[in-house]
C-alpha cells in the first residue's frame, strides 16, 4: 500500500470517528485532534527548513519579546524549563540564539535571537499562514470568527477556573 493510500485511510478513519462513531464525544477531544492535525501540518513544512517545531514555539515568542530570562521564555511557551533549557541550547548550537546575562543582573540568563534567528520570521510565518488558511479553506468568514470567539471564551473561562484555584 503506498504512502498515499496509508495516508488517505488514515483521514477516513479519524473522519469516520468524529461524524459517526462518537460524534458527540466531548470538545477537548475534538480540539486535542484538530490541534494536533494544524501542527503536524505546520511540522511538515517547517522540518524542510530544519527547524523543529520546539524551536517553532520559542522562536514565535522571541520574535514578539526578544530578550527574555530563560524562565520568562518558558512561561510564555508554555513549557517546562527543562524542556526551555534543552531546546535553547539546540537553538544556540544553530545559531538562532544568544544567551548571556546582562550587568544590570548577573543572576539571570536572557535569550536574545541572533541576526538568523531573526531572519527566520520571514521565512517561517508565511508557512504558519499557509496552514491556518489550509485550516479554514471553505469556511464562511462569519464561522471563523464564530470560532475563535468561542475558543477565546473557552481559555478565558479555564483561566478563570485556574486562577481560582491557586
Known amino acids: 500500500m503506498s504512502k498515499v493510500e496509508t495516508r488517505n485511510q ?8 468524529w461524524r459517526d462513531a462518537v460524534p458527540n464525544d466531548r470538545l477537548a477531544h475534538l480540539i486535542k485532534d484538530a490541534t494536533r492535525g494544524l ?25 514578539e519579546k526578544d530578550g ?10 508554555g513549557m517546562t524549563e527543562p524542556t526551555t533549557f534543552s531546546a535553547l541550547t539546540a537553538m544556540e548550537n544553530r545559531g538562532y540564539i544568544e544567551r548571556r546575562k546582562l550587568p544590570h543582573n ?30 479554514v479553506a471553505g469556511l464562511d468568514a462569519k464561522d471563523v470568527s464564530t470560532a475563535r470567539r468561542v475558543l477565546l471564551e473557552i481559555i478565558e473561562n479555564l483561566a478563570r477556573d485556574e486562577a481560582g484555584r491557586e
Open 10 to 17: 488514515s483521514v477516513d478513519a479519524l473522519l469516520h470517528r
Open 39 to 63: 501542527s503536524r501540518a505546520l511540522q511538515l513544512r517547517l522540518v524542510r527548513h530544519g527547524v523543529s517545531f520546539g524551536h517553532w514555539v520559542f522562536l514565535r515568542v522571541l520574535w
Open 68 to 77: 527574555l530570562t530563560q524562565r520568562e521564555l518558558s512561561d510564555e511557551a
Open 106 to 135: 548577573a543572576k539571570n540568563v536572557y535569550v536574545f535571537l541572533t541576526d538568523q534567528g531573526r531572519a527566520l520570521k520571514e521565512l517561517l510565518v508565511p508557512l504558519a499562514e499557509e496552514v491556518n488558511a489550509l485550516g
